[in-house]
């Protein structure tokens, strides 16, 4: 199929392997000056609930093993992208995947900084539809505790965090010009969350992908230049503090009218609720 930015964790992990690759950005037409635009550095002794999912085994040590993002929401619970978790994207079933860890307090992926937490167990959402991207949420949990102030609180459904046009803030290590090129260093994009109706204008169904506003919600900017991209997904996107969405998927990376879709929390915490 031909939305495969969508999906495409598999053909960024290839190409992750073969070229450097850095975090959130942006559009076609900035190619130039991609390490700028949209995204800036940003630090974990700021955001220390911002994790990255990494297995050498599975995609090689350049950058320490990292193939997604995560988010702690609790000392031993990190959520992610069911996607991550597929498949498709580890090229075995997640069971096989022996040195699943995330690394938490390190900025510089090749750094020492930080710890490296084994993943001891692994819940993916049974409703994740890997057609739609619809119910993308997975839960790590981890070997070791990390201290409760690196946790941050989930935004529940009425949240004023949700309304759209509250400014929000993505993280990750993801391409930065939706050219293969990852980040090494974790990056931060200022994005808005936008209003239901022009998500679902963007992403109509078809080639570019379905909007579903009770399990989704998409943020950006309309001239795009903003946004999240292969390798962040799984990671968070921030307002008021609290967490609201989870990367998902999005048609390119920073186009205008292509908003950044992401697993809408509220909805995702009545699915983790289910299970338990
Ligand atoms: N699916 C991508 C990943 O696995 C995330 C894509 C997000 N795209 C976007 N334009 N916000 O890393």
């Known amino acids: 199929m031909s939305r495969t930015v969508v999906r495409t964790m598999t053909g960024a992990l290839a190409l992750a392997a073969a070229t450097a690759v850095i975090p959130l950005v942006s559009p076609a037409t900035a190619v130039a000056d991609s390490i700028i635009i949209g995204g800036t550095p940003a630090h974990v002794a700021d955001s220390p609930w911002v994790v990255a999912l990494s297995s050498r085994d599975r995609f090689g040590g350049t950058r320490a093993g990292q193939f997604c993002g995560g988010v702690v929401v609790e000392p031993k619970k990190v959520l992610t992208a069911a996607h991550c ?16 860890r995330i690394i938490s307090g390190r900025d510089e992926l090749n750094g020492t900084g930080g710890k490296e937490i084994p993943v001891s167990g692994t819940w993916v959402n049974p409703g994740f539809d890997a057609a739609t991207n619809g119910g993308d949420v997975a839960v790590l949990t981890l070997s070791e505790a990390l201290p409760e102030q690196d946790t941050i609180p989930m935004a529940e459904s009425g949240d004023s965090a949700y309304r759209a046009g509250t400014a929000a803030t993505v993280y990750g290590w993801g391409d930065t010009t939706g050219y293969g090129d990852y980040a090494s260093s974790l990056r ?11 998500c679902e204008q963007a992403y109509p169904g078809g080639r570019t992908g379905a909007y579903d506003a009770s399990s989704m919600l998409c943020a950006g900017e309309p001239e795009g ?24 998927w999005g048609n390119g990376c920073g186009r205008a009218g292509s908003p950044g879709v992401y697993t809408r929390i509220s909805a995702a915490i009545g699915w983790m609720t289910a299970a338990d």
């Open 85 to 100: 978790l597929s498949r498709e994207a580890l090229g075995t079933d997640v069971g096989q995947v022996s040195d699943l």
């Open 188 to 198: 931060s994009a200022g994005v808005s969350i936008m209003p239901d109706s022009s």
């Open 225 to 248: 230049g903003y946004d999240a991209c292969q390798g962040d997904s799984g990671g968070p996107l921030v307002a008021q503090g609290r967490l609201v969405g989870l990367v998902s």
